[in-house]
C-alpha cells in the first residue's frame, strides 16, 4: 500500500518539537510491513502548489493526516480537501486530538476516518482492514477506536480502541527525520542559554533534544484534553537506553522532558535522575505537578543534572483550582515553589485565567499568591516578573469540560455548522492570544482582559519596591518621561528606525532601558503606581489599552463599550459568575448536551468523545 503520513503547521514558524505523533504511527507502520512516506508540512512549509504537485504526482492509497491540536481544523479542512481534489482514490485518515470533532471533520472536511487517541494499534488494524476490503461497513464498525459515517450518512464512533502499554510504547526514531532532512532542526546545537548561565558546564558542540519518559495524566483537569485515561511511565531502562542512543549518535547534551507529566511516579523519576546523572546530561523537566515534588526529590534532580522545573501552576485562588480539577492546592503550589527556588532551579510560572467563576476577589488571590512565592523565582531576580511569567486566558478545547460548558451555554452553537464556525475561529490561533477566548465570566468583555495586565502591574510594582528600589517612588517628571519614550519610540517603530537608538538619545533613558522597566519589552502600568499622583490612572489605563486592543470594527467597539460602561456605572454590579461557579469542578456544574436538539443523549454516537475516556 502507498501511505503518507503529513503534518499540519502548529505555530507560525515551525515547532522545534519533534512530531513524535507522526513518527509513532509511522512505526507502527512499518511494524506491519508498510513503507510510510512522511510528509512534514509544519516543518518543510510547503506552499499550496508543492501540495499539490506532490499528492498528484504520488496517488497515495491512504493519507494520514497528523492533526495533534484542535487549532489546525483550519489547515485540515483545506488539505483533506486539496488532496481529495487531486487525488480522488485516497482515503483519508485524521489522527490527533483534533480528532475530539470527529463528526464536524467527516462531514465538514474530505475525510474519510478519524482515528481516536493514542493511534498504534489501531492503525494496524485499520490499515489491515483497508488492504483486504476499502470501506466494508460492517468489518468497520468492529474495528475499535475510529469514527466514520456510515452508509446512511450516520455517524459512528466504534468506542475506545487499545493503547500501547508502558512497555509497548516505542522510542522515536529518528531515521525518519534523517530521511527527510530535518533532524538538525529538532536536535539542534541552538542550546537553552540557561544551562550556563545557572552553572552548568558544557563541551563545546553538545546539541539539545527532547525526550518523553511517560504518556498520559494522573489529573483531568477542566480545561485540558484527555483522550486516553491514565498515566504509563516507560520503564527507567528504556528511557536512558534512548537517552544514550542520543548522546551516541547526536552529540546531545541537554535534554527537554517534554512529558505532560513528569514525576507523578515519583520513584521512578527519582530513579530517572540517577541515571541522567551518570550520563553527565544537563537537563529540564516540563509538566511537573507541585504535589509530587518535595525539597529533597527536587535537590535530587538539582544534584543529577536538572536545571529547570515547569509546573501547571494555573492559579493562586483555592476556588478556581477547584473548578479546574486541578487536584492540588494553594499551598502545594507555594510550597513547589519555594522548594524550587531554594535549590537553585529555575521556573517560568504559567497561569490560565478567566475560567468559569474567575473574579476580582480570584485575580487578587492570584496577585497574592504572586507575590507570596515571588522571592523564590530565581529568573525574576534578574528581570522584570511580568517578562517571565506566561498567563494565558483559558482556551476552550473540544473534549473538555470547558468547551462543554461554553456549548451547553449557548456560546458555541450547538449545531455541526456552530461548532465548525468556532473550530475555524480558533484555527491557527496561539495560547496568548486573546481571539480565542469565551466569555463565561457574566462580566464584561474590557474588564475581564483587563485582569492579566492588572496582574503583571501589581506583579512589577512588588518586584520594584523589594528588588529594585524600596524606596519605590518616582517624581512626576520621571513617570511621564517613560511614557512619552514609549510613545516616542512607538512612533519611530512606525517610522522604521531602529527602538535602541532612538531611547538611548532620549533624557533620562535609564528608567526605560535600566533592564526593570524595559522598554523593548512593551507597556509597563506598574510605573503609574510609583507616583501618588499617576496611581489613580491606574484601572482607566489600563481599561483605555484594551479598549483600544479591541478596537476590530466600530460596531462591535460600540458594542462592548456600552456593555462595559452599563456595567461599571450599575448600582449593584454583582457577579453572574458566582452563581455558575461556587469552586466545584467544572466537571460537575455541566450535563453535556446532546449534539443537535433532534437527537437523544443515547443515540448521539459524540457522547463519549465529549465525555472523554
Ligand atoms: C509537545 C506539545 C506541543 C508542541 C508541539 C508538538 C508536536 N510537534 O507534536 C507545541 C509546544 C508547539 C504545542 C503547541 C500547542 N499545543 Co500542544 N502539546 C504537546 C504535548 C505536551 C505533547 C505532544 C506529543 O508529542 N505527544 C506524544 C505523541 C506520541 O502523542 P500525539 O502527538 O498525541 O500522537 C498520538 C495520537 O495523537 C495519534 N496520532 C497523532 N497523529 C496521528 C496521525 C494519524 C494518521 C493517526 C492514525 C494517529 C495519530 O497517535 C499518536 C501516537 O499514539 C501534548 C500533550 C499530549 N499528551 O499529547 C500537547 C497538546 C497536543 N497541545 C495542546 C494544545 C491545546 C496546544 C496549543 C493549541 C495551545 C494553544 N492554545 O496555543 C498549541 C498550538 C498552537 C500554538 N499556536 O501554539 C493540546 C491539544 C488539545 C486539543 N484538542 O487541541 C494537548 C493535547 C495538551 C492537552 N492535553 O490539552 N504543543
Ligand atoms: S493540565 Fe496538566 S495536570 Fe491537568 S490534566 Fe492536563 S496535563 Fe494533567
Known amino acids: 500500500m502507498k501511505i503518507c503520513i503529513c503534518t499540519t503547521p502548529i505555530r507560525p514558524t515551525p515547532t522545534d518539537f519533534p512530531p ?44 494520514g493526516i497528523s492533526a495533534i491540536v484542535s487549532t489546525a481544523y483550519a489547515y485540515t479542512k483545506y488539505l483533506s480537501g486539496l488532496i481529495k481534489e487531486v487525488s480522488p482514490k485516497t482515503t483519508i485518515i485524521v489522527g490527533g486530538n483534533l480528532a475530539a470533532s470527529a463528526e464536524i471533520i467527516l462531514r465538514k472536511c474530505s475525510v474519510d476516518l478519524c482515528v481516536i487517541g493514542d493511534g498504534e494499534i489501531i492503525i494496524k488494524n485499520l490499515i489491515h482492514l483497508i488492504v483486504n476490503e476499502p470501506f466494508n461497513y460492517e468489518k468497520l464498525s468492529k474495528t475499535k477506536g475510529i469514527c466514520f ?103 546531545v547534551g541537554v535534554i527537554t522532558i517534554g512529558d505532560e507529566n513528569f514525576g507523578s511516579d515519583q520513584k521512578l523519576a527519582w530513579q530517572i535522575a540517577i541515571e541522567l546523572g551518570k550520563l553527565n546530561i544537563v537537563w529540564s523537566v516540563a509538566g511537573v505537578r507541585t504535589r509530587t515534588v518535595t525539597k529533597e526529590s527536587l535537590q535530587h534532580w538539582k544534584d543529577n543534572g536538572c536545571y529547570m522545573v515547569l509546573f501547571g501552576i494555573e492559579s493562586g485562588s483555592e476556588k478556581i483550582l477547584g473548578v479546574m480539577e486541578k487536584n492540588t492546592s494553594v499551598e502545594e503550589n507555594v510550597n513547589a515553589l519555594k522548594w524550587t527556588g531554594e535549590v537553585g532551579l529555575i521556573t517560568v510560572i504559567q497561569l490560565v485565567l478567566a475560567l468559569p467563576g474567575e473574579n476580582d476577589k480570584t485575580i487578587y488571590e492570584t496577585i497574592e499568591f504572586l507575590k507570596k512565592v515571588s522571592p523564590y523565582v530565581i529568573l525574576w531576580k534578574k528581570e522584570a516578573a511580568s517578562d517571565l511569567i506566561s498567563i494565558n486566558y483559558a482556551q476552550a478545547l473540544p473534549g473538555t469540560p470547558l468547551y462543554e460548558y461554553a456549548r451547553e451555554h449557548g456560546l458555541i452553537e450547538n449545531s455541526i455548522n456552530g461548532e465548525e464556525k468556532y473550530l475555524i475561529k480558533i484555527s491557527d490561533t496561539d495560547a496568548y492570544s486573546e481571539d480565542h477566548f469565551i466569555n463565561t465570566s457574566g462580566l464584561p468583555l474590557i474588564h475581564v482582559l483587563m485582569w492579566r495586565s492588572i496582574i503583571i502591574t501589581h ?51 535609564d528608567i526605560a532601558t535600566s533592564g526593570y522597566f524595559n522598554i523593548h519589552k512593551g507597556l509597563k502600568f506598574s510605573v503609574l503606581l510609583c507616583n501618588p499622583i499617576t496611581t489613580p490612572f491606574l484601572r482607566p489605563s489600563i481599561a483605555l ?50 449534539s443537535t436538539t433532534n437527537i437523544s443523549v443515547e443515540n448521539d454516537q459524540m457522547m463519549p468523545l465529549r465525555k472523554g475516556r
Open 20 to 63: 513524535f505523533g507522526s513518527m509513532a504511527i509511522i512505526q507502527s507502520l512499518k511494524e506491519v510491513g508498510e513503507e510510510p512516506f512522511f510528509y512534514n508540512i509544519d516543518f518543510f512549509r510547503f506552499n499550496h502548489a508543492e501540495i499539490i504537485e506532490y499528492f498528484s504526482e504520488n496517488q497515495f492509497d491512504i493519507v
Open 149 to 251: 459515517l456510515d452508509e446512511n450518512n450516520k455517524f459512528i464512533f466504534t468506542g475506545y480502541g487499545d493503547k500501547p502499554s508502558k512497555i509497548s510504547i516505542k522510542s522515536p526514531d529518528y531515521s525518519i527525520l534523517e530521511h527527510d532532512g530535518s533532524i538538525d532542526h529538532y536536535i539542534s546545537d541552538k542550546i537553552d542559554p540557561y544551562p550556563s548561565t545557572y552553572g552548568h558546564i558544557l563541551e563545546k558542540g553538545k546539541k539539545q533534544a527532547f525526550v518523553i519518559t511517560t504518556r498520559g495524566c494522573v489529573a483531568r483537569c477542566t480545561f485540558c484534553h484527555r483522550f486516553e485515561k491514565g498515566y504509563r511511565a516507560r520503564p527507567v531502562e528504556q528511557v536512558i537506553e534512548h537517552v544514550k542512543y542520543l548522546i551516541n549518535n547526536y552529540n
Open 459 to 509: 506583579l512589577d510594582f512588588f518586584h520594584y519596591k523589594h528588588q529594585v528600589n524600596s524606596n519605590h517612588r518616582l517624581s512626576l517628571w520621571q513617570v511621564v518621561s517613560y511614557y512619552i519614550k514609549i510613545i516616542a519610540v512607538r512612533i519611530s517603530n512606525k517610522l522604521k528606525h531602529k527602538r535602541r537608538e532612538v531611547i538611548a538619545n532620549l533624557p533620562n533613558s
Open 545 to 594: 489599552y484594551i479598549w483600544s486592543k479591541l478596537f476590530k470594527s466600530p460596531k462591535k467597539t460600540l458594542k462592548i463599550t456600552i456593555e462595559y460602561i452599563n456595567w461599571k456605572f450599575k448600582s449593584n454590579n454583582t457577579l453572574k459568575s458566582e452563581q455558575t461557579s461556587q469552586g466545584r469542578t467544572l466537571r460537575k456544574t455541566i450535563s453535556i448536551i446532546p
